[in-house]
């Protein structure tokens, strides 16, 4: 009896009460200046 109920609460917490999914909102950039990247300092020996 609890396996059964167990199924039944998993199958209704599974379903989307809630509606259709929505695509979430991308944020727009903030305008300004931006400086990324990478940068290494050493050897590396290739055998």
Do not use: N, Y
């Amino acid at each position: 009896m609890r396996l059964i109920a167990l199924i039944a609460l998993a199958a209704l917490a599974a379903c989307g009460v809630d509606g259709p999914p929505e695509r979430p909102v991308e944020p727009k950039p903030q305008p300004g200046v931006t400086v990324s990247g990478e940068a290494r300092i050493g050897m590396q020996a290739t055998l």
